[in-house]
């Protein structure tokens, strides 16, 4: 049976502006490199980011109907999450439903499937990460669900879990993980910070990553 459903939980808008501040790949390292999702999912732009709770939606291949009505349903700044079984040949959504997603103030779209329109997405600067970019139309038939647990990407993306993506790729956190992964990250980029000016300081990358005693027990030599 097909269902409408919201987000049941949103994280607080608190927590979503300390996570938005840090990059995929620091929030990936700093929860333990979990929560990547696949690389094969890319921005149309790679000025593209986006920072939202997951609204997540089930749907069929080369079929945009749940689509259109995860656009009806979802609520500003939500990011919606599709999964339509990574069938690269359809392109499921182009610059009309974008304009959708703007007016209401929608965060941003990641699909496993195609998209088309790429030059005025780019144009519009709306977040669209997607598997591929194709041409082909789609059909509106198959009735799928929103708001249920999808895997994307190879992750188990859950409604409410926060997306975060940018050129470089795109992590999931987990709702009920939100704060503890900011202070994490921050944690994390204050450490970098560290060690950037170490290096300006005159130390070496052995010294500042703490190599040797690993270099050493390993049984490197060094003839220059």
Same mark, same amino acid.
């Given at each position: ?6 987000? !049941? ?33 890319? !921005? ?114 859950? !409604? ?65």
């Amino acid at each position: 049976m097909a269902h409408i459903k919201d987000i !049941p939980e949103r994280p607080s808008n608190e927590d979503l502006a300390a996570l938005s501040k840090f990059s995929p790949a620091t929030i990936h390292e700093a929860q333990g490199r979990r929560g990547a999702l696949s690389s094969r999912l890319k !921005p149309v732009d790679y000025r593209m980011k986006l920072c939202g709770p997951a609204f997540t939606v089930k749907s069929s291949p080369r079929d945009n109907i749940m689509l259109q009505l995860a656009i009806n349903y979802a609520k500003p700044g939500d990011i919606i999450v599709v999964s339509a079984g990574e069938y690269e040949e359809a392109g499921s959504f182009g610059d009309v439903l974008a304009n959708a997603c703007l007016a209401k103030g929608i965060g941003g779209l990641v699909t496993d499937t195609g998209v088309r329109d790429t030059l005025q997405l780019r144009e519009l600067g709306f977040p669209v990460f997607s598997l591929s970019t194709c041409i082909k139309g789609t059909v509106k038939e198959t009735i799928g669900t929103t708001n249920d647990s999808i895997i994307v990407g190879g992750e188990i993306i859950n !409604p409410g879990d926060v997306i975060v993506g940018d050129a470089d790729g795109l992590v999931v956190v987990r709702r009920n993980e939100v704060a503890e992964v900011a202070k994490l990250s921050q944690a994390r980029e204050d450490a970098e910070a560290g060690f950037i000016q170490a290096y300006k300081n005159g130390a070496t990358v052995i010294e500042v990553s703490k190599l040797e005693p690993v270099l050493k027990a390993k049984g490197l030599v060094v003839d220059i």
